[in-house]
């Protein structure tokens, strides 16, 4: 809700909206209109020349300059022309001829309504409409109950009375916002649908006592505030006071007629304080946090609030907005000394060029993104209406009339932003194209020009509001919603413009619904692929030109690494990319192995897969166990693609060699893997993660049917959800600390470290669903150990290692 005060309208130059001009010959006793009230010079004025006001019946408060309003002060109904003339210049100190009385009559006072028409009857006249004014008002009280209404209130305006007010009003914010806090005052309401309705009206009442605090502050300095009522600013219901007389009083008398509201905002955070503690519903703690953003919004000069009222009263400049078009072009060397910039006394001059070289940039940028954001306005305001709507429907089937209401006010609150949108852009695009087809009558050119740019315009929203696949997406928690977020839609960053390699920054994850997620206590390791900056413009390597991808291409693998990946840039074909090594290490050798599968597609129908199968053989003490399984998988500027990488890892422990039959039941098994891996396109992905498993299964069976290992120490599994990249799920698997084994005698009791190794990572990115990661199987105490390679060999990878890649049509 907002609140609105009367302001004048200048008519030094063409009046703001006058009647047509009538067609009749001046009388030679002219008479003022009906209602007409002259309310005197302006003080305080940051003019030059102070100009006067005078007030319509119609509640129009014009700006006129001295003559203009001498000559109307001399029309009293009985004195001619050249009685007004000999008045006129008895009173300005110059020489006015009952021609320039006529003059100024026909075309000045005539056209504004402010005399009656040769004929004796009323002027017709229309009233400033302007785009940020209010609308559709509905008087409450009319003056004289206004002045009584309010009467009682002006002793609240007691040097003394505002000083313990605004002591108690400090000391109350200090405490709710430093010491209390919010959390248990939001918690109460929100579990009570009834305590939120309360602070709703609480607010609503607020808001009406806000327009007391205007007219009891006009009445405190000798003025007589008008009706009191309601309307509609923009589309936002708002009461408003009718304080022009205010303009009677001097400075200091118009800023306590401004602040009056905002005082008595403070009067009411200050009893809901007292209301508090007298009843400890922490609920109402809230009154006092929405008085806040009541006082914060309406101090903005931006728009007609008490904060534009305050700074034109401080000026002396009645109408900021009118003085935006003599401002800005007062800005051009040439028309620096125009007489309309001149008017202003040059302090006066400097704070408006300020207000307006910051209000008009603003309102424009706010218009742009207005524009920009209804998409992703409506999107989200569609969706929280169904949901409401769901939820206003469970309330009434459940008898719950109070969540019912609460439900209803929150549709309006979704509803009422969208229709203020659309009314300010059809007000304003109705303003502009009838202003530009008046003002182009009979210019051929100057249309063509207009229609032109109208045309560019229109273009230009048809581009911004197009649907498209990201353009009604409703706006989501994780969003940041940021100046930069809100035009990427329009205006897509530069790849490598986001994150930095050693830079802290903020990315999105994304996690399959239902997945465990890591919170501060339980965190999880998380990979992040960012750009390096190209060769030429920083440090770090040139990208090769064919990687499309905003990210750097993954590392080569170390020597005794297993690396897959699958990249797919064509349109219509499927790339496979596989990678199976067995790895054996002994003589306490650190294991670093690191087993990788990365898949990431940029096209359109379109697939890309990379599975990544490692078994690590650790023979023997080895004090560092730290081997990584890492998968990624990554859509970019895709098309009903899909994009599936696995990496799945098993780590054993052995106290010894396998004998000479174990080692070839392990060649012989993992004849059987390798075949598999090359011929991996053909299995469906649904069924790979679960083959692999009965692989691992098997090769722990070998080691366990072997009587000549003794048991080693086992490690534990690690199981951690996916993680995302792209729009869709993908995993990323982290690395596991490293783990000290001790072996045991044979027969003896076995201990089992902490993890050595991590869990096998599947991540899934595009219209497959997302496979859940499959647990890393380490060696249990009790099982027998196969023979290593030949003493001497150290870590070694046993071939084969296939890698298969195929692009078929699909």
């Known amino acids: 809700?907002?609140?609105?005060?009367?302001?004048?309208?200048?008519?030094?130059?063409?009046?703001?909206?006058?009647?047509?001009?009538?067609?009749?010959?001046?009388?030679?006793?002219?008479?003022?209109?009906?209602?007409?009230?002259?309310?005197?010079?302006?003080?305080?004025?940051?003019?030059?020349?102070?100009?006067?006001?005078?007030?319509?019946?119609?509640?129009?408060?014009?700006?006129?300059?001295?003559?203009?309003?001498?000559?109307?002060?001399?029309?009293?109904?009985?004195?001619?022309?050249?009685?007004?003339?000999?008045?006129?210049?008895?009173?300005?100190?110059?020489?006015?001829?009952?021609?320039?009385?006529?003059?100024?009559?026909?075309?000045?006072?005539?056209?504004?309504?402010?005399?009656?028409?040769?004929?004796?009857?009323?002027?017709?006249?229309?009233?400033?409409?302007?785009?940020?004014?209010?609308?559709?008002?509905?008087?409450?009280?009319?003056?004289?109950?206004?002045?009584?209404?309010?009467?009682?209130?002006?002793?609240?305006?007691?040097?003394?009375?505002?000083?313990?007010?605004?002591?108690?009003?400090?000391?109350?914010?200090?405490?709710?916002?430093?010491?209390?806090?919010?959390?248990?005052?939001?918690?109460?309401?929100?579990?009570?649908?009834?305590?939120?309705?309360?602070?709703?009206?609480?607010?609503?009442?607020?808001?009406?006592?806000?327009?007391?605090?205007?007219?009891?502050?006009?009445?405190?300095?000798?003025?007589?505030?008008?009706?009191?009522?309601?309307?509609?600013?923009?589309?936002?219901?708002?009461?408003?006071?009718?304080?022009?007389?205010?303009?009677?009083?001097?400075?200091?008398?118009?800023?306590?007629?401004?602040?009056?509201?905002?005082?008595?905002?403070?009067?009411?955070?200050?009893?809901?304080?007292?209301?508090?503690?007298?009843?400890?519903?922490?609920?109402?703690?809230?009154?006092?946090?929405?008085?806040?953003?009541?006082?914060?919004?309406?101090?903005?000069?931006?728009?007609?609030?008490?904060?534009?009222?305050?700074?034109?009263?401080?000026?002396?400049?009645?109408?900021?907005?009118?003085?935006?078009?003599?401002?800005?072009?007062?800005?051009?060397?040439?028309?620096?000394?125009?007489?309309?910039?001149?008017?202003?006394?040059?302090?006066?001059?400097?704070?408006?060029?300020?207000?307006?070289?910051?209000?008009?940039?603003?309102?424009?940028?706010?218009?742009?993104?207005?524009?920009?954001?209804?998409?992703?306005?409506?999107?989200?305001?569609?969706?929280?209406?169904?949901?409401?709507?769901?939820?206003?429907?469970?309330?009434?089937?459940?008898?719950?009339?109070?969540?019912?209401?609460?439900?209803?006010?929150?549709?309006?609150?979704v509803a009422l932003p969208v229709l203020a949108v659309f009314y300010i852009l059809l007000r304003l695009g109705r303003q502009v194209l009838t202003g530009l087809w008046q003002r182009t009558r009979g210019k051929a050119l100057q249309r063509g020009t207009a229609i032109a740019v109208i045309g560019a315009v229109l273009a230009g929203l048809a581009w911004a509001w197009w649907p498209g696949t990201e353009s009604y997406r409703p706006v989501q928690p994780y969003e940041r919603g940021t100046l930069a977020d809100a035009t990427t839609a329009v205006f897509p960053a530069a790849p490598g413009s986001g994150m930095r390699e050693g830079r802290a920054g903020r990315t999105v994850a994304l996690w399959p619904e239902g997945a465990r997620k890591p919170t501060r206590d339980e965190p999880q390791l998380s990979m992040v692929l960012v750009p390096r900056q190209a060769a030429g413009s920083g440090s770090g390597p040139a990208t090769a030109p064919s990687w499309v991808f905003p990210f750097d291409q993954p590392a080569a693998p170390e020597a005794d690494g297993n690396f897959s990946l699958a990249v797919n840039t064509t349109d219509g074909s499927v790339v496979y990319d596989v990678a199976f090594a067995l790895v054996w290490a002994d003589d306490g050798e650190d294991v670093q192995t690191r087993n990788e599968a990365y898949a990431f597609a940029s096209c359109a129908d379109c697939t890309a897969v990379a599975v990544g199968f490692q078994v690590v053989l650790i023979v023997g003490q080895t004090d560092v166990i730290v081997p990584e399984n890492l998968s990624a998988a990554a859509n970019y500027n895709c098309l009903r693609c899909l994009t599936y990488a696995l990496a799945d890892q098993l780590v054993l422990t052995l106290d010894g060699p396998l004998s000479a039959d174990g080692a070839a039941r392990l060649n012989e098994l993992w004849q059987q893997i390798a075949d598999f891996g090359r011929n991996l396109q053909k299995v469906p992905l649904s069924e790979i993660q679960g083959r692999l498993s009965a692989f691992k299964q098997q090769v722990m069976d070998v080691i366990a049917g072997d009587p000549s290992a003794s048991p080693g120490a086992g490690s534990g599994s690690a199981t951690a959800p996916p993680t995302t990249a792209g729009p869709s799920p993908s995993g990323t698997q982290p690395p596991s600390p490293g783990a000290t084994g001790t072996p045991q005698p044979a027969g003896g009791p076995a201990q089992t470290a902490p993890v050595q190794a991590p869990t096998g990572g599947t991540a899934a990115s595009g219209s497959q669903p997302a496979t859940p990661p499959a647990d890393t199987t380490t060696a249990q105490p009790g099982l027998s150990t196969p023979a290593p390679p030949a003493p001497g060999t150290g870590a070694g990878q046993v071939p084969p290692s296939p890698t298969a890649t195929a692009s078929p049509t699909p």
């Open 1 to 413: 809700m907002s609140t609105t005060h009367g302001g004048p309208s200048t008519a030094d130059g063409p009046p703001a909206s006058p009647a047509p001009a009538p067609a009749v010959c001046t009388l030679q006793i002219p008479v003022r209109a009906d209602g007409v009230q002259l309310l005197g010079e302006t003080k305080g004025s940051g003019y030059r020349e102070a100009p006067s006001l005078v007030r319509r019946a119609d509640g129009q408060t014009l700006q006129l300059t001295g003559l203009l309003y001498l000559t109307l002060e001399a029309v009293d109904g009985t004195r001619g022309l050249e009685e007004i003339a000999a008045h006129a210049s008895a009173r300005s100190g110059r020489l006015v001829s009952p021609d320039n009385v006529r003059t100024l009559i026909e075309s000045q006072l005539l056209p504004l309504g402010l005399l009656q028409l040769a004929d004796g009857t009323q002027p017709e006249v229309r009233k400033s409409d302007p785009l940020l004014g209010m609308r559709f008002r509905y008087s409450v009280t009319d003056p004289e109950r206004t002045r009584k209404l309010t009467a009682p209130f002006t002793v609240l305006f007691n040097p003394l009375v505002v000083a313990a007010v605004t002591a108690a009003f400090v000391a109350t914010c200090w405490w709710v916002l430093m010491v209390k806090g919010l959390a248990s005052a939001t918690h109460e309401a929100f579990a009570n649908p009834g305590l939120v309705l309360l602070i709703l009206l609480v607010t609503a009442l607020s808001a009406g006592l806000h327009e007391f605090g205007h007219a009891a502050g006009a009445r405190r300095g000798g003025a007589t505030p008008g009706a009191m009522g309601t309307g509609l600013y923009l589309i936002w219901p708002a009461f408003y006071t009718d304080v022009t007389d205010s303009y009677r009083l001097g400075r200091a008398g118009r800023l306590r007629t401004d602040l009056g509201g905002l005082y008595f905002n403070a009067i009411v955070a200050v009893a809901m304080m007292g209301i508090w503690w007298a009843t400890g519903y922490d609920a109402l703690l809230l009154v006092i946090v929405t008085q806040l953003l009541q006082m914060v919004r309406q101090l903005l000069p931006l728009v007609r609030f008490d904060g534009y009222h305050i700074l034109a009263d401080a000026t002396g400049v009645p109408d900021l907005f009118q003085r935006i078009k003599p401002t800005l072009l007062s800005l051009l060397p040439w028309r620096w000394n125009d007489p309309e910039a001149q008017a202003l006394k040059p302090w006066a001059r400097a704070v408006v060029t300020i207000w307006v070289l910051v209000t008009v940039p603003l309102l424009l940028f706010s218009m742009v993104m207005m524009v920009l954001s209804l998409p992703r306005l409506l999107g989200t305001a569609w969706a929280s209406t169904v949901n409401q709507y769901a939820m206003l429907v469970a309330s009434f089937g459940k008898g719950d009339f109070l969540d019912a209401s609460v439900r209803v006010l929150a549709i309006a609150a």
